[in-house]
Each structure stands twice: as structure tokens, then as C-alpha cells.
């Protein structure tokens, strides 16, 4: 029975070669080399400096810009490291509130939320945390019950920033799969008017 | 539910359905050892591999050779990914500087991924450096589900004729499904992958400065090579802690549609390759059948419950529209998202694309109930079939009870010997699935990892013990698992699940090999058509249902009836 350790050990070591090594740098090299945008994790840079991802949402909270689901994240309280606190879009994790539907603590979550837009038939995204705590989208519905807060805000009509968020909807692929979205990010890039360049690595 | 969320569901399984009949009979010839269209590239590899590891394809194994050869070689897998993640802060490739892991964590994820269970005790952000990724994770994946297949191949193996000695080399196995099968596939997925989004690169994460202030680290890595075999492998273990629900791992709905094809095609098609390798498709497509029924039937069930929202939210101002959106994506909305975690837990991938701890109690269920039934519904890759091989034993069993004939099956007379043993595979797991559970129910430590109360916390600890002794790996993610208690104990149960399956059932197919391949006569009970797939998915309903009932009914049938009551914990 000792004859199965040479292929044993073997083949462990020729699969990490070729699996755990040659595979994953030809596939980090020539996507690097090929398709830098997404292969670097599709980073938008302004003005020399990256803000985001085109991919992960960020923590919006001011009223002239659009904002996205809330972020289940949490992380350790710099000031005590005992506590944890909400920590919004942090990307450096990622994690849902797994929160079960008959939970209490859901329940209060969503009842303040939903006075916050509107009060009564808010469309479920809004109130809702995603699974990563990173959902880079929100749905048609939930951007147009901003719409009117953002327009004040930024002393334009709603119509026109209505108009935005329509060219900036994305609907279902080949009209079936998927769901209708608009990437927050990219909507208030839009907004700001912001010149988006692709990042090199 | 929607007419456009069930056309959703119905493409893929579609499109799932319509390639495993192609991939399947590439299967049999690639484990036959007949040349395919690859063989002018691979064939050399190939025999380099052989003659570096001093192996001769050509040399049967006995079944108790054949599981000793995979035993050792998954013995030593575990040993070094165990001293890889203890040791990765010294390894190349960890620009975060992550620390080496803790030993019991290391020997809980080393237990996950030998075992293709792929169970994240772990936050890979923060406990996991590109380069434990790459030499560890990714290798294992690829490892595990060449294990699998092998295993898988080996019991069909044993029908194939009369009189036989051998099962086949378990070298030349593992070697042509990692060359012929994972790797082609995976190589391509991963291109795809790429293209929709996914990162692949070692640069450390990077720094952001949002537009509206603050700043944002975001993590990134090698993912698209990984994430391709995660799903082609059933491995199911995320580079990210939200696994498929996070952006750099499924950008689109087309990407989820893509890693949803690829984590039930080898499980479906390897019933194909069986009909192929017994020279009876018929066989194959029957199988096929019980499988495919079984997993649309979850997936409707599952896209039911969740397309019509949490009554409880809807009473507080929440549109019932969209269905229950806790825990998922905008992008891939309550159709793609419920089909995606039945598809990964139908078969034992266990990748969420959103987190069934937020599921509805039904929602929930269907999960944990296909896992319950013994993962064969397709399964995992290899552990499927040979899982659903089990049933079909104990099915013609069942049948040859009731109408007084001898059992056979494809050929082979199945007695006592046979029959006790298929028994012994399946009932030891529930034994193990159930004592743990209420093990962990009883003491303090484990109610302590408990993240929801009531009836919800009991389904989070029985999912969890189901996930690892199925060797499933998805988790009622609220659960804290990296606790003394669940490391060991859900490692024991994932090593436990894998191995006291397979070689009981290695020793049914070493014993019906060796027995003469009969011709069908007027007594045999014809094991193709509709009355025996019929019969064999009440086999496992019943079986699974008898087996898991009582505890489900504490667990997500009475959350269920406090939910439409309007109680909450």
C-alpha cells in the first residue's frame, strides 16, 4: 500500500502547480494585460484618484445624491474595540443581516425606514438590506421616490432628474433575465456631471 | 410569482437540462479512457502526469485499493491545507498581511474543502490571503470534485459487466476528470466570468475616496479562476464572505445565470454518462428524471414562497411586488435568487447568491428538506450519483417487496449484503445530523451561536449540522460558527458525512461487481420509465421525510404558523 504515496504526493504537487499557481497568475497576468478595467475590480478614477467601484455601492447620505439599500455591515467601534457599529458599504467585508422574517429586530428596522419614504406600499429594495451589504443597485421604483428630494436639493426640476435616472435604468437582458436597476454610483456620477476615466493598474 | 421570474427559472433549468446530455457522453468516453476531441493536446499532459507519479492507467483497483488510494491522498490534502492556512502570513502572496489562522479553524476549513463541503467557518476578507486562496482554496476545489467524480465513476463502473475484479485506477481518474473535464470547462467559465466583471488580480485592496465622503477599502483578488470551479466542482466556498451575493464574485444576472449552469451540470450529466457506461441510456435518463423532477419541484416551491413577501413587513408599509428582498440582490431579484440556492443546495455546491437565513420559513425549508434527502437531487458531483445509485437500490428493494420478484438492478442481483449496507450509508448520516443538532441545542455554547430566536434558531442549528454532514456547505449564515463547539463538531460531521458514505458505498459496488451481469427476463422490475421514477422519488421523500419531519416541523413549519399568526421573536 506505501506504492500510492509517490502518486499521492505527486499529483497533489502537480495540481497545485498547474491549479493553484500557473492557472490563477496566467489568468491575473493576461487579464491584467487584456482586460484591465475588469480584471482590477472595475475601479472608477477622477481626477487621478480612484472613488469606487463601478461594481459596490457606497454609503450615500446626503439629500443631493441618490442613495443606495441599506448595508447590513458592521465592523469594530475604533473608539472601543468591545462594540461593533454599523459600518455602511464597507467593502473590506461584505455580509447580509440574516435577520429572520419573524424577527423583531427586522421589523423595528424596516417600521423606521419605511416612515422615511413615504409610510405605506414602499417598494421592498428600499427598506430592505442585500445579501453583500454591497448591492450596488436600487430598483426604477425606489430611485423615483428620491427623485423629488434629490431635484430640491440640488434646485433642479425633478423632471430633469427624472430624465437622468431614466437613461441610467437598466432593463432585464434580452428582456428576461435579471430585474430592472439603476446603478447608483454611475446615476450620481451622472449627476455631478463627473468626466469618468477608466483605471490602469 | 411572474410570468417573466418562472421564464427565468425555466431557461436555465432549460438550458441545465439540454447540455448534460452532450457533457454526459463526453463523460463516459473521457472515464473509459477512449480519445476525445482534447486528446491531441492533453493526451501528452497527461502522460507526463503518469509517468512523474510512476502510475499504470491500465491497473484495476479492487474497491478496497481504490478507497485507500483516495483516503491517502485526501489524508495528505488536509494535512498541508491545514499547515497552509496556519502558516500564510509567511506565504507569497498576501499583500493584507493576514494572519495565520487559528488551529481549530484551519482544522475546521481544511475538513470543509477536503470534503468538498466548502463550509466558511471564516471571513475570507479578513482570514484568508490571496495566496491561501490560490495554493489552498482553489487546488482543493479542484481536488475534491475530481475525488467525487472518481468515486461516482467507480460505482457505475461496477454495473458496467460481470465477473469484475476491479473498479478501475483511481490515479488515471483523478487525473483525466482534473484534465479532460474540470479544467477545459472551469478555463472558459472563468474567461466569462472575467469578461461579466469578476476581478482576478494581487494587487492589495484597494482605496477609495467616495463621492460623498469618507473613504472605502474594497477588497479584491484572484477570484475569477476560483469561482469558476467553485460552481462547475459543487465546492461552493466564496472569496468573499457574502459568497455569490457579493458584486466582484456575480456582477449581472448573467453571470448568475452562468455559475447557476455550471454548478448543476456535471451532477446532471453524470446520470447520462451512467446510462453510456451500462450501455443503457435509458438507465441514465431515469435517473435523470428523479433528479430533475425533484429540483424543479424545490425550485417552484422555494420561488413560491418568497415571490409573495413577508406578510409581516407588508402590514408595515412594505409593497408585497418584489417578494421578500431581505438578503438579496437588486439584480437578481427573488426568481433568480431562489433558484440559485436551490440549485446549490439540490446539489452540495452551498454558494447563496442571497442568504437563506432571511428566507421566508418555507422559503427556508426547501433548502434544508433537499439537503435532507440525502443530496441527490442532483447532488454533488460524483457524491450524487452514487448517492442516487443508493436510492435506486433501495428502490428496487422497495418494489421487489411489494410484487414478490428478486431485486436487480442494471443487471445485478441485490441482496442482503447490498441492502444492509445502502441502509447503513443513509441512516448514519441522519443519525449524526440529528444528535448533533440537538446536542448543540442543549448546551449553552452552542445556543450561544444561535443568531435568531425562536423557532428560527432551532432551523439555523439543524440547517447547519444537516449542511455539514450532507457536506453542503451553505449556512443559515446568522449562525456564528467559529466557536469550539461548531469547529470541531461540523468538522467531525463534514469528514464523518463523506467518508462513512462513500466507502459503504464502495463496498456495494466492489461486491455488485463481482457478481455476473444478468439479461433482463420477464421477472426483472423494468427500472426505466415512469412507474420507476415514479416509485423513486416517493422512495426519498418518504425516507427523507419520515427521517427529518418531526425536527422540520419545530423548526420552519412552526415559524411558518407563528408568522401568518403575527408573532414575532
Redesign the interface.
Known amino acids: 500500500?506505501l506504492s500510492?504515496?509517490?502518486?499521492?504526493?505527486?499529483?497533489?504537487a502537480?495540481?497545485?502547480a498547474?491549479?493553484?499557481?500557473a492557472?490563477?497568475l496566467l489568468?491575473?497576468y493576461a487579464?491584467?494585460a487584456i482586460?484591465p478595467f475588469?480584471?482590477?475590480?472595475?475601479?472608477i478614477v477622477q481626477n487621478g484618484?480612484?472613488?469606487?467601484?463601478?461594481?459596490?455601492g457606497?454609503?450615500?447620505?446626503?439629500d443631493r445624491?441618490f442613495h443606495g439599500?441599506p448595508s447590513a455591515l458592521t465592523g469594530t467601534d475604533p473608539k472601543d474595540p468591545s462594540k461593533t457599529v454599523p459600518t455602511p458599504?464597507?467593502?473590506?467585508?461584505?455580509?447580509?443581516?440574516?435577520?429572520?422574517?419573524?424577527?423583531?429586530a427586522?421589523?423595528d428596522r424596516?417600521?423606521g425606514d419605511?416612515k422615511a419614504y413615504g409610510?405605506?406600499?414602499?417598494?421592498?429594495?428600499a427598506?430592505?438590506?442585500?445579501?453583500?451589504?454591497?448591492?450596488?443597485?436600487?430598483?426604477p421604483e425606489t430611485a423615483a421616490l428620491q427623485v423629488a428630494r434629490v431635484a430640491k436639493a440640488r434646485h433642479m426640476a425633478a423632471a430633469d432628474v427624472q430624465k437622468i435616472v431614466d437613461a441610467h435604468t437598466e432593463g432585464?437582458?434580452f428582456g428576461?433575465?435579471?430585474?430592472p436597476?439603476v446603478n447608483v454610483?454611475e446615476l450620481?456620477?451622472a449627476l455631478?456631471g463627473s468626466r469618468v476615466s477608466v483605471a490602469k493598474? | 410569482m411572474t410570468w417573466?421570474g418562472s421564464?427565468?427559472i425555466a431557461?436555465v433549468l432549460t438550458l441545465v437540462f439540454v447540455s448534460a446530455f452532450p457533457v454526459g457522453r463526453y463523460m463516459a468516453v473521457v472515464f473509459e479512457g477512449r480519445r476525445t476531441w482534447l486528446s491531441p493536446a492533453l493526451a501528452p499532459v497527461e502522460r507526463g502526469?503518469y509517468a512523474?507519479?510512476?502510475?499504470d492507467p491500465q491497473r484495476g483497483m479492487g474497491w478496497k485499493?481504490y478507497a485507500?488510494?483516495l483516503i491517502?491522498?485526501n489524508a495528505?490534502?488536509f494535512l498541508?491545507l491545514y499547515a497552509i492556512l496556519r502558516l500564510q502570513y509567511y506565504l507569497p502572496w498576501n499583500p493584507q498581511g493576514i494572519a495565520g489562522m487559528s488551529p481549530r479553524l484551519a482544522f475546521n476549513t481544511g475538513a470543509s474543502f477536503v470534503t468538498n463541503t466548502n463550509w466558511q467557518a471564516y471571513?475570507p476578507?479578513?482570514q484568508i490571503s490571496y495566496g491561501a486562496q490560490?495554493?489552498?482554496l482553489?487546488?482543493h476545489?479542484?481536488?475534491s470534485a475530481a475525488t467525487g467524480i472518481a468515486a461516482g465513476v467507480a460505482v457505475v463502473r461496477a454495473f458496467a459487466a460481470g465477473g469484475l475484479r476491479t473498479l478501475g485506477n483511481f490515479?488515471a481518474d483523478?487525473?483525466r476528470c482534473?484534465l479532460y473535464l474540470l479544467?477545459p470547462i472551469g478555463?472558459v467559465a472563468?474567461i466569462l466570468l472575467?469578461?461579466?466583471?469578476?476581478?482576478?488580480?494581487?494587487?492589495a485592496?484597494?482605496?477609495?475616496?467616495?463621492?460623498?465622503g469618507?473613504s472605502?477599502?474594497?477588497?479584491?483578488g484572484?477570484v475569477?479562476?476560483?469561482e469558476a470551479?467553485k460552481e462547475l466542482g459543487t465546492n461552493g466556498g466564496g472569496f468573499?464572505?457574502?459568497n455569490a451575493?457579493?458584486?466582484?464574485e456575480n456582477?449581472?444576472?448573467?453571470s448568475?445565470?452562468l455559475e447557476n449552469w455550471l454548478l448543476l451540470l456535471i451532477p446532471f450529466s453524470l446520470a447520462i454518462m451512467l446510462g453510456h457506461m451500462v450501455r443503457e441510456p435509458k438507465q441514465g435518463r431515469a435517473l435523470f428524471a428523479v433528479m430533475a423532477v425533484l429540483l424543479t419541484l424545490g425550485v417552484f416551491g422555494a420561488y413560491a414562497a418568497e415571490a409573495g413577501?413577508?406578510p409581516?413587513?407588508a402590514h408595515?408599509?412594505?409593497?408585497?411586488?418584489?417578494?421578500?428582498?431581505?438578503?438579496?440582490?437588486?439584480?437578481?431579484?427573488v426568481a433568480?435568487s431562489s433558484l440559485f440556492n436551490v440549485s446549490a443546495t439540490g446539489t452540495s455546491t452551498g454558494a447563496?447568491?442571497?442568504?437563506t437565513?432571511?428566507?421566508?420559513?418555507l422559503g427556508g425549508l426547501v433548502p434544508m428538506f433537499l439537503m435532507q434527502l440525502g443530496e441527490a437531487t442532483p447532488g454533488g458531483v460524483g457524491s450524487g450519483l452514487y448517492t442516487i445509485v443508493v436510492f435506486a437500490l433501495l428502490s428496487v428493494f422497495v418494489a421487489g417487496l411489494m410484487v414478490g420478484r428478486t431485486p436487480e438492478y442494471l443487471g445485478k442481483k441485490v441482496q442482503a449484503r447490498e441492502i444492509k449496507l445502502a441502509m447503513l450509508a443513509v441512516l448514519i448520516l441522519t443519525l449524526f445530523i440529528l444528535c448533533g443538532a440537538s446536542l448543540s441545542l442543549s448546551l449553552p455554547s452552542g445556543l450561544s451561536s444561535l443568531?435568531?430566536?425562536?423557532?428560527?434558531g432551532l432551523s439555523e442549528m439543524l440547517y447547519g449540522w444537516t449542511s455539514a454532514t450532507e457536506n453542503n456547505g451553505s449556512a443559515?449564515?446568522?449562525l456564528s460558527a467559529d466557536t469550539p463547539l461548531l469547529d470541531y463538531g461540523l468538522g467531525a460531521a463534514m469528514i464523518f458525512g463523506r467518508f462513512a458514505f462513500m466507502i459503504p458505498v464502495l463496498a456495494i459496488a466492489g461486491s455488485l461487481a463481482a457478481k455476473p451481469k444478468l439479461p433482463p427476463s420477464a421477472g426483472t422490475f423494468p427500472t426505466t420509465g415512469a412507474l420507476f421514477v415514479g416509485l423513486m422519488i416517493g422512495v426519498i421523500l418518504i425516507l427523507g421525510g419520515l427521517q427529518f419531519m418531526p425536527a422540520d416541523a419545530l423548526g420552519p413549519l412552526a415559524?411558518h404558523f407563528?408568522?401568518l399568526a403575527g408573532?414575532?421573536?
Do not use: C
Request: proline share 6%; hydrophobic share 45%.
Open positions: 500500500m500510492h504515496l509517490r502518486p499521492a504526493i505527486v499529483l497533489i502537480l495540481s497545485t498547474l491549479t493553484g499557481v492557472f490563477p489568468f491575473t487579464g491584467n482586460l475588469q480584471a482590477g475590480g472595475s475601479l484618484r480612484v472613488i469606487g467601484s463601478a461594481l459596490i457606497q454609503n450615500f447620505t446626503s445624491y439599500r458599504y464597507d467593502a473590506s467585508e461584505s455580509g447580509a443581516s440574516n435577520l429572520a422574517p419573524t424577527s423583531k427586522l421589523l424596516v417600521a419605511v409610510g405605506h406600499d414602499v417598494p421592498a429594495d427598506v430592505t438590506t442585500s445579501g453583500s451589504g454591497l448591492d450596488p443597485q436600487i430598483s432585464r437582458y428576461l433575465l435579471g430585474e436597476r454610483l450620481n456620477l455631478d493598474e | 417573466n421564464a427565468q431557461l502526469f512523474l507519479a510512476g502510475v485499493e485507500f488510494a491517502l491522498i495528505l490534502h498541508l471571513s476578507e479578513s490560490m495554493l489552498g482553489t487546488v476545489n479542484y481536488l490515479w483523478l487525473t482534473t479544467l478555463t472563468a472575467l469578461v461579466s466583471g469578476v476581478p482576478e488580480t494581487l494587487a485592496y484597494a482605496q477609495a475616496s467616495p463621492l460623498d469618507g472605502q477599502t474594497i477588497a479584491l484572484p475569477a479562476f476560483q470551479i468573499f464572505n457574502a451575493a457579493h458584486p466582484f456582477p449581472t444576472a448573467l448568475n445565470v413577501g413577508n409581516l413587513l408595515a408599509g412594505v409593497s408585497p411586488a418584489m417578494g421578500n428582498m431581505e438578503g438579496k440582490e437588486v439584480r437578481f431579484g433568480l447563496v447568491d442571497s442568504f437565513d432571511s428566507y421566508l420559513p443568531a435568531n430566536a425562536g423557532p428560527h443559515m449564515a446568522g415559524e407563528a408568522m408573532k414575532t421573536y
